[in-house]
């Protein structure tokens, strides 16, 4: 069940923080579509924090501190209320 949370989180983020990304959409406009990609993926905090989401879900593990003890987390892994 807490995977199932936990992908909806990526899912909430993405529709929240990139979908309508000012700078991914500039830098497609002027670089192109890998180079901004590339800079979602290395630089971007966002995407930073899905790579890890994604990466520790592939493992089984399913909080990208990959503490057990979940110490820490808040600072990890945002959650997302629908209730804004």
């Known amino acids: 069940m807490e995977r199932k949370l936990i ?3 990526i899912s909430e983020i993405l529709d929240t923080y990139c979908q309508d990304c000012f700078v991914k959409s500039n830098f ?3 670089y192109g579509k890998t ?13 930073n924090l899905l790579k890890k989401y994604g990466e520790n879900l ?4 399913l909080y ?5 003890n ?5 600072r990890n892994m945002p959650i997302l ?4």
């Open 64 to 68: 990208p501190s990959g503490k057990e």
């Open 7 to 9: 992908i909806e989180q």
């Open 35 to 47: 180079y901004a990609q590339s800079f979602c993926i290395h630089t971007c905090t966002v995407g």
């Open 28 to 30: 497609r406009k002027e």
């Open 81 to 84: 209320d629908r209730d804004y």
């Open 58 to 61: 592939s493992h089984g593990q």
């Open 70 to 74: 979940n110490e820490g987390l808040e």
